[in-house]
């Protein structure tokens, strides 16, 4: 692709929209369509366009393998450990709720200061903490394992 200026501009000049896009998937889930999974594959398509452009060696200095290979378990712990903080605070598992009674409620006085009805008016409820945390957790394990495979693929020897 080095001969191909135009294309490495118009792909320099899509990849933040692209990335812009993805975390209004992301964050517009819980009200709306998007959520996790489709913030994962857009984020992921967007390192994937930068690494069939610029190739595969630039790809992995912007995300390292190992780095993509932890954020695979980082976003399964913050899926599952979101039930399981659901479950250890009384509830079933991601029964959203309980995060509101033992997390939102019960912040410290130093916030009083913060104008509105009530010192933590700001703040969302269990249930959209909830989810928020959730599909995180599936946006960053969706957008790690499609660069995986990308890598698994763009990486292997061509067959002769």
Do not use: S
């Amino acid at each position: 692709m080095n001969t191909f200026p135009i294309i490495r501009v118009i792909t320099k000049v899509l990849i933040p929209y692209i990335l812009l896009f993805a975390f209004y998937v992301q964050f517009h889930g819980d009200f709306g369509p998007g959520g996790g999974f489709q913030a994962g594959v857009i984020f992921a398509a967007a390192l994937i366009l930068y690494g069939l452009v610029y190739g595969l060696p630039a790809l992995q200095m912007v995300a390292p393998p190992r780095v993509v290979e932890k954020l695979i378990a980082l976003g399964l712990l913050i899926y599952g450990g979101t039930g399981i903080a659901c479950m250890l605070l009384g509830g079933n598992f991601l029964d959203y709720n309980v995060l509101e009674h033992h997390f939102l409620t019960e912040l410290p006085a130093a916030i009083d200061f913060l104008p509105g009805e009530g010192p933590h008016h700001f703040l969302p409820e269990g249930q959209h903490l909830g989810i928020f945390l959730v599909e995180l957790g599936v946006g960053i394990t969706v957008t790690a394992v499609m660069t995986m495979i990308f890598y698994a693929f763009a990486g292997r020897e061509p067959v002769a």
